[in-house]
């Protein structure tokens, strides 16, 4: 059953009298603070340096706390900040990112010499939003917040940036992990092109794979890291599967061709050092092989984890094979690239957990 109208407007004024114009934004912010930042940290691996008589110097970053706003007064008191504090001296309404850090000198047996802890280290600062559990004015009652100097109907969800309030527009983005179907401009070589954004969730490392038709029929895949399209059956020969297996899964016009582009690749090794040609950077001959398994093996498809097979990763592609072919042969409509079904909003939390990400892994490369 279908809703109406006014129906749709309802439900939405109940939400926003509920929860807020703001919610969606501090509940990514908590989330970003209480989860995001220590699993970004998790995610690097310690610091591991080599010493005399095969011992090793071992680093450990773990434990990160965000504090409340706060400053040190001339006499050394803890001076917790307002946000109208913040707005009236031009200051940036912001807390200090401590972390836990661990050394160890271990020998070559792995047990451990010597070691040490520092507790609560900062590494940086990061900007607090209004009224989220890191707030000085969060869980504030009304009359609270007036004596505070704010505005009881204030919902926060922004942050104060120098004394200026500053809102963190949401980005709007494809989804993510899925395959999406379009067709191409009449004056493209392509006819149409199946392509899927795929992320892991634990390093936050995105690349872009693709399947494409041209107008005769040939199949290619756009792969992470190599410069030119490679033809679908080479493709499954690098991944040691045996291309007659697509012979009942796709019309016989289009695997006659995959055949033919294929046929010359007698087996496995010959189709990686055929990818390998056509890597990023200029590698040695003899290298070929190695780079194009590691890309196959790490880098294809990283959302469905790193114990994935190869027969799993094989299968991925086939998917998108089927759906690229369907939609070219009209049993299934293309994918709308501006349908909001098709769409993510990346909220505060998330953008703001992506800048540290990649702060922290410079912070971590310049200490190794």
Same mark, same amino acid.
């Given at each position: 059953m279908s809703l109406s109208e006014?129906?749709?407007?309802?439900?939405?004024?109940? /939400?926003?009298?509920? /929860?807020?114009?703001?919610?969606?934004?501090?509940?990514?912010?908590? %989330?970003?603070?209480?989860?995001?930042?220590?699993?970004?940290?998790?995610?690097?691996? *310690?610091i591991?340096? !080599?010493q005399k008589n095969n011992q090793k110097y071992i680093v450990k970053f773990f434990d990160l706390t965000v504090d409340r706003p706060h400053f040190l007064e001339e006499n050394r008191n803890i001076n917790y900040l307002k946000p109208t504090e913040a707005r009236l001296r031009d200051?940036?309404?912001?807390?200090?990112?401590?972390?836990?850090?661990?050394?160890?000198?271990?020998?070559?047996? @792995?047990?451990?010499?010597? @070691?040490?802890i520092h507790n609560k280290i900062t590494i940086g600062r990061i900007p607090i939003m209004l009224q989220?559990?890191?707030?000085?004015?969060?869980?504030?009652?009304?009359?609270?917040?007036?004596?505070?100097?704010?505005?009881? /109907?204030?919902?926060?969800?922004?942050?104060?940036?120098?004394?200026?309030?500053?809102? $963190?527009?949401?980005?709007?983005?494809?989804?993510?992990?899925?395959?999406? %179907?379009?067709?191409?401009?009449?004056?493209?070589?392509?006819?149409?092109i199946a392509d899927i954004r795929s992320m892991s969730e634990e390093t936050g490392h995105s690349v872009l794979v693709q399947a494409k038709m041209y107008e005769? @029929?040939?199949? %290619? /895949?756009?792969? !992470?890291?190599?410069?030119?399209?490679i033809p679908v059956g080479i493709v499954f020969k690098a991944l040691d599967i045996d291309i007659s297996e697509l012979q009942h899964l796709i019309p016989q016009k289009y695997y006659k061709c995959i055949f033919q582009e294929s046929y010359f690749i007698q087996n496995t090794e010959d189709a990686l050092d055929y990818i390998g040609k056509f890597a990023m950077h200029i590698i040695p001959?003899?290298?070929?092989?190695?780079?194009?398994?590691?890309?196959? &093996?790490?880098?294809?498809? !990283?959302?469905?984890?790193?114990? *994935?097979?190869?027969?799993?990763?094989?299968?991925? $592609?086939?998917?998108?094979?089927?759906?690229?072919?369907k939609t070219a042969e009209g049993e299934r409509e293309p994918d709308d690239r501006d349908h909001i079904s098709n769409k993510r909003? &990346? *909220?505060?939390?998330?953008?703001?957990?992506?800048?540290?990400?990649s702060l922290y892994k410079r912070f971590i490369r310049s200490l190794a």
């Open positions: 006014n129906n749709i407007f309802s439900i939405i004024k109940s /939400y926003f009298d509920t /929860y807020g114009c703001s919610e969606i934004q501090k509940k990514s912010y908590e %989330v970003l603070i209480n989860s995001t930042l220590n699993r970004i940290i998790n995610e690097e691996p *310690t591991e340096i !080599p200051l940036t309404y912001d807390a200090p990112i401590s972390i836990n850090i661990s050394e160890e000198l271990i020998d070559e047996n @792995g047990r451990v010499i010597d @070691g040490l989220t559990s890191k707030c000085n004015l969060y869980n504030k009652t009304p009359e609270e917040l007036i004596k505070a100097g704010e505005d009881k /109907y204030d919902n926060g969800g922004y942050f104060i940036i120098r004394g200026k309030e500053r809102v $963190l527009v949401s980005q709007e983005r494809i989804s993510y992990d899925v395959i999406h %179907v379009f067709p191409q401009k009449r004056n493209s070589k392509y006819e149409y005769t @029929g040939k199949l %290619v /895949y756009s792969l !992470p890291y190599i410069t030119q399209d001959k003899e290298k070929r092989i190695g780079y194009a398994s590691q890309m196959l &093996e790490n880098e294809l498809f !990283p959302h469905l984890g790193i114990i *994935t097979s190869k027969r799993e990763r094989a299968l991925f $592609l086939m998917l998108m094979l089927d759906k690229l072919i909003c &990346e *909220t505060a939390g998330i953008l703001i957990g992506d800048i540290f990400r």
